[in-house]
């Protein structure tokens, strides 16, 4: 489609399996255990994301919504410098908010757009896209209220990148509980957390889970025009890597 791109990873064998990376226009999600590197994805896109399109960037700004305080601006000078981007213009291109609770989550999509506005933005991250409304809606008797408010949010992420010709990009948990969610397991066992609204919303969907050592490996759960594929990364200082 017109204009569309596709955000690099940062490591080749996984590009190669999204056919290029994340696409613009698009919901993608990644989720996983605890250290698999949905953070450390996150940060490398927002620098990926500001390098020329010829170079598997989208050649624009970055807004990064953080639920759990885990964004690090000494991460993007670092991943910066891989990429031969100057790491002070590099923060100063992402701009980072702190979501409290998962209303102020919505709020700040909507504080955002403004920003938005000026074409200027090609990646929006959310890093975690539960953990707020896990917080904040707790049990059985809450799930039906919770689903349908990210439903709301989930439909703002869609009119933004379809709008923007953004890339939507947010990390996901995994159930704990491995009997709850039982449709959308993936080859191991592990599922996603926010069930049908979650799954109906994101484009492409990639689980991470650790492999040998330092490898870690990604394995396509859905995608519109991806075979069901696996590629491995390591984490590096400049980020994901081969
Ligand atoms: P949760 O949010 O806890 O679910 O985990 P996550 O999937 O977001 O993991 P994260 O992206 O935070 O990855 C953590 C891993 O990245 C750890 O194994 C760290 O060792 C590694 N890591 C973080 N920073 C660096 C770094 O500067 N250099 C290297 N080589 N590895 C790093
Ligand atoms: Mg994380």
């Not at 670092?78 to 609770?101: H, L, M, S, Y």
Request: charged share 25%; glycine share 12%; proline share 3%.
């Amino acid at each position: 489609r017109k204009s569309c791109f596709r955000l690099s990873t940062g490591s080749k064998q996984w590009d190669a399996i999204l056919n290029g990376g994340f696409e613009s226009r698009s919901i993608s999600e990644v989720y996983g255990e605890f250290r698999c590197g949905k953070t450390q994805l996150a940060h490398t896109l927002s620098v990926v994301a500001q390098l020329p399109r010829e170079e598997g960037g989208g050649g624009g700004k970055v807004a990064w919504i953080d639920t759990e305080g885990t964004f690090r601006p000494e991460r993007i000078v670092q991943i910066a410098e891989r990429f031969k981007i100057d790491p002070e213009v590099a923060n100063e291109n992402i701009i980072q908010c702190r979501a409290g609770n998962s209303e102020h989550q919505g709020s700040l999509i909507l504080e955002l757009s403004q920003y938005f506005v000026t074409g200027e933005y090609r990646l929006l991250v959310i890093d975690s896209l539960m953990a707020l409304y896990r917080i904040d809606f707790i049990g059985r008797g809450e799930l039906a209220e919770r689903q349908q408010k990210l439903g709301g949010f989930l439909d703002k992420l869609h009119k933004i990148a379809e709008e923007f010709n953004i890339v939507v990009f947010y990390t996901n948990q995994v159930q704990s509980d491995p009997g709850a969610n039982a449709l959308f397991a993936g080859a191991d066992g592990r599922k996603p957390v926010g069930g049908h609204v979650v799954a109906h919303a994101s484009t492409t969907r990639v689980l991470l889970r650790k492999g040998r050592g330092e490898e870690r490996v990604a394995k396509i759960q859905d995608s519109p025009d991806c075979p069901e594929g696996e590629a491995t990364y390591i984490i590096t200082t400049g980020g994901i890597n081969d």
